[in-house]
């Protein structure tokens, strides 16, 4: 198996861009503001909670972006709501060739979204369809991995779709590369950059159930427009905790990268018996994919569990998980490659070090061969 992982931010860099984003926090708030917990309601002025107002006039200056804002629905709510103020009715949706994500998958189901399907790694034949389909009105671009032989670079592929057309709307699923690589979807030039940037701040340290639509001013207004009863509007205290999760996830993700990479040469090296091959691979987070030596994946994690590690996710790097996790591989990845998760797992360090994955790792290992003696 050959993987195409993202490029990690180095810990100089993620060093750089907290005090980038205390520095943006500072510019639009006073140092009372910042030391309180956030207000309620619609206020007249701001049409919401006016931290979450400040909240995201600061998200947008994080990112250079025109304008962002804050959605119900984690994750999977900012692409809902981003696809529903780009794709028109009648629109079409122009998609990577590989299995989509489950709840985006969702989604256009119930948009009765029109489809078109090209290999993103194939630039000549994404290039092929877009001057045949000339009724594609939207992209969607995930940052992340799909299936494991991905190897397309986002930006690379928003370039040549705006180099084709630049009437489609771009935009692009971030989650788990946000604060994880040098630039999101929608940074970089006209050239290079998407028109919205979608993600979670569940991922990035922050509260539950929150998304984060970040761009162009005229998509995040319409969506705003359409979150205007009280149910709708985030909170001036959850604002506040996603803002606060970001000064803390940038360096948090950076030795995490430094920890995955360790633990990938020590596998890799021979370390732990029972292990054939380990890689990096961006599914969804970046994890290491260790396949045994024998079809053993289902019992290792079962038996890891019992020696401390995470057995799944709750938000997938959320702020309740600091133990290494050991879980299936992701379904996008079973769904690519069948039959890979009888003899290979991912682990995410989380905020654990290198000796203690390793360790449990060889503990449980050893426990499961000796059973099967």
Do not use: W
Not at 98 to 106: E, F, G, K, L, R
Not at 140 to 147: D, G
Not at 305 to 329: D, I, T
Not at 335 to 359: F, H, Q, W, Y
């Amino acid at each position: 198996m050959k993987t195409y992982p993202l490029e990690s931010m180095s810990l100089e860099d993620a060093k750089r861009l907290q005090f980038h984003i205390v520095d943006c926090a500072c510019r639009h708030f006073s140092g009372k503001e910042l030391l309180s917990a956030g207000d309620f309601g619609i206020d007249p002025s701001s049409h919401g909670p006016r931290q979450t107002r400040r909240v995201e006039k600061a998200i947008a200056a994080i990112f250079g972006a025109e304008d962002a804002v804050l959605v119900r629905g984690a994750g999977t709510g900012a692409i809902r709501y981003a696809l529903g103020s780009m794709l028109p009715d009648t629109g079409v949706l122009l998609l990577h060739d590989a299995p989509v994500y489950p709840t985006t998958q969702d989604t256009l189901a119930t948009m009765k979204a029109e489809t078109v399907t090209v290999d993103f790694n194939d630039k000549d034949a994404l290039m092929s369809v877009l001057r045949a389909r000339t009724n594609i009105t939207t992209a969607l671009v995930q940052v992340t991995r799909q299936k494991p032989d991905d190897s397309y670079d986002a930006h690379d592929v928003i370039s040549c779709i705006k180099a084709a057309d630049k009437r489609i709307a771009i935009l692009t699923d971030d989650n788990y590369a946000v604060f994880k690589i040098p630039l999101i979807g929608c940074q970089g030039s006209c050239q290079e950059g998407a028109d919205v940037s979608c993600f979670s701040s569940f991922k990035l340290l922050g509260p539950e159930g929150v998304g984060i639509v970040v761009g162009r001013q005229e998509y995040v207004r319409l969506i705003r427009s359409r979150c205007y009863s009280g149910g709708s509007q985030v909170q001036g205290p959850e604002a506040m905790e996603v803002l606060r999760g970001f000064v803390y996830a940038p360096v948090s993700f950076a030795i995490q990268a430094e920890v995955t990479d360790e633990i990938l040469r020590r596998l890799n090296a021979g370390e732990v018996h029972g292990v054939r091959k380990a890689f990096i691979a961006n599914a969804q987070s970046r994890v290491i994919l260790v396949e045994f030596e024998e079809n053993i994946a289902d019992k290792l994690l079962e038996t890891a569990e019992k020696y401390g590690v995470a057995p799944y996710p709750v938000g997938s790097e959320s702020k309740y998980e600091f133990a290494p996790m050991f879980y299936r591989v992701s379904g996008t990845f079973r769904e690519a490659c069948v039959g890979m998760e009888k003899n290979t797992i991912r682990i995410n360090p989380m905020r654990s070090g290198a000796d203690t994955v390793l360790r449990i790792l060889t503990e449980s290992l050893s426990t499961v061969l000796k059973d099967k003696e």
